[in-house]
């Protein structure tokens, strides 16, 4: 039951601890849509998505009013883009895709949505035509567009890692750098190669409608690192008390979640798909998952000590939403994305915070290596290597992983890269110079752990 002290708690948490929900996504299947003529579909995609998604923003906007609750972003997700093009892309890998990415801009800019995700493809196993065409796209797609976001999943605990994808991926990210240079290759910033990528996840740039997932699904992303903190700031007993103390918040960052995503669905008529309980942060002071480790008793994120603080906050975040929620999904947890964190920018900017740490703590993170910026000049090789280094961690310990790394053209370590927004700055990092060339050459598959044989 609701009392005065509850009422006054929440309020606190929105106005002074940034408590918001950070997406409400709206998955969009687009199977109907396909023809092999590329006008007709796109034509397809552009109405369904339109009478689909037409009061998605109004109705954020009226339940943000009516509760008091920020509701930050509202976006699309739809089916990789790379399946709904096979009939028109047919048997030509050269095939260019970016009308497809066209048509979702203009979704966007009809709907007025933040951002619109599923120019994906997922070849953790190999590739289809189309997704050779599509992932081939991707630099100009992303580079004439604003609002889309595009993932490739490259790796799955089942399948192993696609090394022939690992090697695209690297070049691909290369190419969209220069192409989005004037802007500090700001491209980089909407795309993300995963491991074990999810199929309802809300966040972008990874969001995309999963073949498994019904005809449209209304999930929402929760935040608030802020709250967590404030929490913490009142806790002064041992490591139990403080797992203690994160459950029972992320309980109540969940409940809010979960009445906002039904709250949507009831107004829309369409089913509630999951809440996704991230820790995701902004850039804004105070709202920070680095400053949260530090609250538990570090010096600064990235010293020894933070990989463990990490899986003590991600696993409570975990137990505390699943407790509120009987459908948690997506990647619920903690990120830790050094563009989008005050703390992990600070920490990162002093030298705290190596690359090398970062992959360490994504051990144990929801997600991976997110919105990194290094030097400009860092070889297309040393970049797929980096993939495939995080993909490992993914695929042998059976969970998501990912890397939306940013090759900051002409900038070098020491220089800042500014997105502005929820995108915020980042510290071009140091990453090692010596060179995996030869064995990102090598090609084929890493094959799939022996874990994976469960059956």
């Excluded at 966007?108 to 796209?137: E, H, M, P, W």
């Excluded at 979960?258 to 107004?267: G, I, P, Y």
């Excluded at 900038?411 to 500014?418: A, F, L, Q, R, S």
């Amino acid at each position: 039951m609701l009392n005065d002290n509850k009422i006054l708690e929440t309020i606190n948490m929105i106005t002074q601890e940034h408590l918001d929900v950070r997406t409400i996504t709206m998955g969009i299947s687009l199977h109907s849509c396909i023809d092999d003529d590329v006008k007709k579909c796109c034509s397809k995609i552009y109405d369904k998505i339109c009478k689909k998604a037409e009061n998605l923003v109004a109705t954020g906007e009226s339940i943000e009013k009516e509760f008091g609750i920020p509701i930050i972003n509202k976006r699309i997700s739809v089916t990789p883009i790379a399946t709904i093009a096979s009939a028109a892309v047919g048997e030509d890998p050269t095939f260019d895709c970016t009308p497809f990415a066209e048509t979702l801009q203009n979704v966007a800019n009809t709907c007025g949505v933040n951002f619109i995700g599923g120019y994906s493809a997922l070849v953790q196993k190999g590739f289809s035509v189309s997704d050779r065409a599509l992932i081939n796209s991707i630099p100009n797609a992303l580079a004439v567009t604003n609002n889309v976001c595009s993932s490739v999943n490259i790796a799955s605990t089942k399948a192993g890692i696609n090394m022939d994808a690992v090697a695209l991926m690297g070049k691909t990210i290369k190419k969209l750098a220069y192409l989005t240079k004037d802007n500090d290759s700001i491209g980089c910033a909407k795309l993300v190669v995963f491991a074990n990528v999810p199929e309802d996840n809300p966040f972008m740039a990874g969001a995309f409608h999963g073949s498994g997932e019904g005809e449209c699904m209304i999930n929402v992303g929760v935040s608030g690192p802020g709250v967590v903190k404030k929490a913490l700031e009142k806790c002064s007993g041992d490591l139990t008390e403080v797992a203690e103390t994160i459950k029972k918040t992320a309980f109540k960052i969940t409940r809010m979640g979960q009445l906002v995503a039904t709250e949507a669905s009831k107004r829309l008529n369409i089913p509630f798909g999951i809440v996704d309980l991230s820790l995701a942060p902004t850039p804004a002071i105070g709202d920070s998952v680095a400053y949260i480790l530090e609250e538990m008793g570090l010096e600064s994120c990235g010293s020894c000590g933070t990989t463990a603080a990490l899986a003590l906050l991600n696993d409570a975040v975990k137990k505390g939403g699943v407790m509120a929620s009987s459908h948690v999904g997506g990647l619920s947890g903690a990120f830790i994305p050094v563009s989008e964190d005050a703390g992990m920018i600070a920490a990162a900017r002093s030298g705290a915070l190596s690359l090398e740490k970062l992959e360490a703590m994504t051990a144990v993170c929801s997600v991976g290596l997110d919105m990194i910026a290094v030097p400009g000049d860092t070889p297309e090789e040393v970049i797929s290597a980096l993939i495939a280094d995080e993909a490992a961690i993914g695929v042998v310990n059976s969970k998501t992983t990912a890397v939306r790394v940013i090759p900051a053209y002409g900038k070098t370590v020491g220089d800042t890269v500014e997105f502005g927004g929820l995108l915020g700055e980042a510290p071009i990092m140091k990453i090692s110079s010596y060179s995996p060339a030869k064995f990102i050459s090598r090609g084929g598959r890493i094959p799939a752990p022996i874990q994976s044989l469960k059956n």
